[in-house]
């Protein structure tokens, strides 16, 4: 039998390692660990949890997955999680598509909507409320059930208003529709720092000139911001060295 401090470093290193390489943020539920690729013009978000300035958000990114090359058509969804509301953050859904496929070098297609197809829910860039802490937006897809539909008068299906997305719940949507495990996953921080501060929902919009200004938030390229649930190399080499240092 292995001596106890061996199976404690294993198990140690063992959950960090699912947290490093974890795509949707640390406690979210449904968690996953496969990588959908997201990609706001030439900037791929890599690794999950990616600061991307807000003006890079205005149209809705391209997305490509090796996970999904079934013929069947897909689900995908954007989150903010982090919306104030009330004294809470709560959810809001800022994109839901159905019936997407995927190309044979995984590359997103979207159908034009028709009568007999479920409407979704347009594209809404990030817009947290000036001077906010950077919001966390989850991408998800899921295989889409045989038959899936949804009911017209679901406030959803198309929404009509922004307040008709707040409080959307992933978790009942799954069970009443029955979607089965999301097949891969990205999320990304957007923080609003033009114009005024102010916690008031939906935040105002910056002037033409401000929302092409860059954000003035510190940033690395390519690396992930030191927000909530990011976890830089740097950190992840710091805890692993702690953990040796103490059981070995």
Do not use: C
Not at 51 to 75: M, N, Q, V, W
Not at 102 to 112: A, H, N
Not at 159 to 170: A, E, K, M, W
């Amino acid at each position: 039998m292995a001596p106890l401090k061996t199976l404690i470093t294993v198990a140690l290193v063992s959950a960090i390692t699912s947290i490093a390489n974890a795509q949707t943020p640390n406690g979210y539920v449904p968690a996953v660990q496969a990588s959908l690729n997201v990609a706001y013009g030439s900037n791929s978000v890599e690794p999950a949890g990616e600061l991307i300035p807000r003006p890079e958000t205005a149209s809705p990114p391209s997305i490509t997955t090796p996970i999904f090359r079934s013929t069947d058509p897909g689900i995908i969804f954007m989150i903010d999680l982090d919306v104030p509301r009330n004294g809470n953050r709560v959810t809001l859904l800022h994109w839901f598509v159905p019936d997407v496929t995927f190309s044979p070098t995984g590359e997103l297609s979207i159908p034009v909507p028709d009568g007999d197809s479920v409407a979704g829910a347009p594209y809404l860039q990030p817009s947290p409320p000036v001077g906010d802490l950077p919001h966390r937006y989850t991408f998800l897809l899921f295989a889409q059930p045989e038959n899936f539909s949804i009911p017209d008068d679901l406030p959803i299906n198309p929404p009509t208003s922004v307040q008709d997305r707040i409080g959307f719940d992933i978790e009942a949507f799954i069970e009443e529709f029955g979607l089965k495990a999301p097949l891969a996953a990205n999320f990304i921080q957007v923080q609003n720092t033009s114009g005024t501060a102010t916690m008031t929902f939906p935040g105002p919009s910056p002037s033409a000139t401000e929302s092409e200004a860059e954000p003035t938030v510190s940033m690395f390229d390519g690396g992930a911001s030191k927000g909530r649930d990011g976890m830089s190399a740097g950190v992840m080499a710091g805890l692993l060295a702690g953990i040796f240092g103490v059981l070995l």
